[in-house]
């Protein structure tokens, strides 16, 4: 199974930004389709964006299209999330996750994946 540490969290202003990274250990990224989620103060994993496995594909939450960009390297077994323009609304501990490829949006659900990261927190100050 693959292990993930996320990277990359901080405490920065509204219109600040940041880059999360997520490196992979264990078994190669490039067999799975990767996804980002941000835990509320709920413990609800709520979905963020997602890659395929070669990159060419991505989705996103509505609340961050635009203001959030999913990028891999699969040499470096390496998964990104850039953060632009953050709000207070994106406050919450975030965690990327690995998940076998299939068809439709099943990536958009957190009980599809079976591996995932400790998490790094994401701060944001009004």
């Known amino acids: 199974q693959v292990q993930l540490v996320e990277s990359g969290g901080g405490l920065v202003q509204a219109g600040d930004s940041l880059s999360l990274s997520c490196a992979a250990s264990g078994q190669m990224l490039s067999s799975y389709t990767m996804g980002w989620f941000r835990q509320t103060p709920w413990n609800e994993r709520v979905f963020v964006a997602a890659i395929t496995q070669s990159g060419e594909t991505t989705d996103y939450e509505d609340f961050v299209k635009g203001r959030f960009t999913i990028s891999r390297d699969n040499a470096k077994n390496t998964v990104y999330l850039q953060m632009n323009s953050l709000k207070p609304e994106d406050t919450g501990v975030y965690y990327c996750?690995?998940?076998?490829?299939?068809?439709?949006?099943?990536?958009?659900?957190?009980?599809?994946?079976?591996?995932w990261g400790q998490g790094t927190q994401v701060t944001v100050s009004s």
């Open positions: 996750g690995a998940t076998q490829p299939a068809s439709g949006n099943y990536y958009r659900s957190p009980a599809w994946y079976h591996s």
